[in-house]
């Protein structure tokens, strides 16, 4: 048996590069209308119906931004995500076995 360790460095919202930033809130958008429901309560109705009324489904991407980039930001700066140096979101996962260790997925990167 072998093992291969490599570590990868990951950062807070806060922490990434302009252009990382902009990777982490396109991705967060693209959450946000793959888990869309019909629901006055969701961040991005707004937008949807925005979408919706100048029938251009195509623009919803870029409709969310225009309207919650600034949520969206304060989201990322006040979750407790953590990222890639290019933005990609870090999916960790806790695993106890007597000691903590993390099981992190890297393929988004």
């Known amino acids: 048996m ?8 990951i ?5 990434l590069s302009n252009e990382a930033k902009e990777v982490a809130i396109e991705d967060y958008i693209e959450f946000e209308i793959e888990v869309y429901e019909d629901d006055s309560d ?3 109705y707004d937008s ?7 029938h251009t489904p195509w623009f919803l991407n870029s409709i969310i931004y225009e309207d919650h980039k600034e949520d969206i930001i304060e989201i990322l700066k006040n979750s407790k995500y953590w990222f ?7 999916s ?3 695993i106890e076995s007597g ?4 099981k992190i997925k890297v393929n988004h990167m």
């Open 11 to 15: 950062y807070q919202f806060d922490e």
């Open 84 to 90: 890639f140096d290019n933005g990609k979101l870090v």
């Open 42 to 44: 969701s961040l991005i």
């Open 92 to 94: 960790i996962e806790l």
């Open 48 to 54: 949807v119906q925005k979408a919706e009324d100048y």
């Open 99 to 102: 000691e903590i260790k993390w």
């Open 2 to 9: 072998k093992k291969i360790i490599r570590i990868y460095n």
